[in-house]
């Protein structure tokens, strides 16, 4: 949803364009409609779906409701729908010619199941094997949360994460794994308290050679 004439980054342009060559791209239609634009019509939808509960939104705690969930939709938890928000990428020369695994573990992910609109929330872990470019650490726990801050099922996340850095690393041996409580299947639905999802998305050295794949997966 990148509103109209909006200037991406070059990192932004790249990485949608690897993910919608790959099939990778989240589900999205094109829209001319701005930040501002969008909050607008989300708070009055909102108002007529919690007026439809029931719900007095004359109430002092009730009456803004309508409008913080649009701004946390537009400007939070589905921010990563507008890649005017795609973090601004840091990639370094590997001058010192580092050729050992990078692995940044359990990076907190917080993200919201697309079937549902309910919590996704776990860790994830990155690795990738360097050639010439390394990347600024926190900028692949901001890759995470870019993509985490859309509906999505998991298994997409965790391949939008792994294209998104072969691409800006221009490497293919990049390794994902997330683990994760979808609260779609804790809080409702079949009330599971206890079970968690792992998904690994696995490129380049990460998949081909056993030792580099158990080394990955061994925490
Ligand atoms: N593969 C996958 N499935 C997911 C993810 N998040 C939620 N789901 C599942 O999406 C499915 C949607 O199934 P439906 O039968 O259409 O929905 P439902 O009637 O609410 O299903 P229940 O959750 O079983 O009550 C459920 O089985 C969810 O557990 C995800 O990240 N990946
Ligand atoms: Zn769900």
Known sequence: MTSKDAVLSESAQLV????LTRGL????????L???????????HMRAILNLMSLDLTDDSLADTPRRIAKM?????????DYQNFPKITVIENKMGFDEMIKVNDISLTSTCEHHLVT???LATVAYLPRKN???????????????QRPQVQERLT???LVALQ???????????MDAVHYCVKSRGVMDSTSSTTTTALGGIFKSNPATRAEFLSN
Do not use: C, H
């Not at 589900?27 to 001319?32: D, F, G, I, K, T």
């Not at 701005?34 to 009055?44: G, V, W």
């Not at 691409?167 to 794994?177: N, Q, R, S, Y």
């Open 73 to 81: 939709y537009v400007d939070e938890i589905f921010s990563g729908l």
């Open 25 to 32: 791209e989240t589900p999205m239609l094109p829209s001319e």
């Open 16 to 19: 949608q364009s690897a993910l």
């Open 167 to 177: 691409t800006l690393l221009e490497t293919k041996d990049v390794a994902v794994k």
């Open 34 to 44: 701005s930040a501002d634009e969008r909050k607008d019509q989300i708070e009055q």
């Open 159 to 161: 391949q939008q994460v």
């Open 120 to 122: 996704i929330d776990g």
């Open 134 to 148: 390394i990347i600024g650490l926190s900028k692949i726990n901001r890759i995470v949360q870019f993509f985490a």
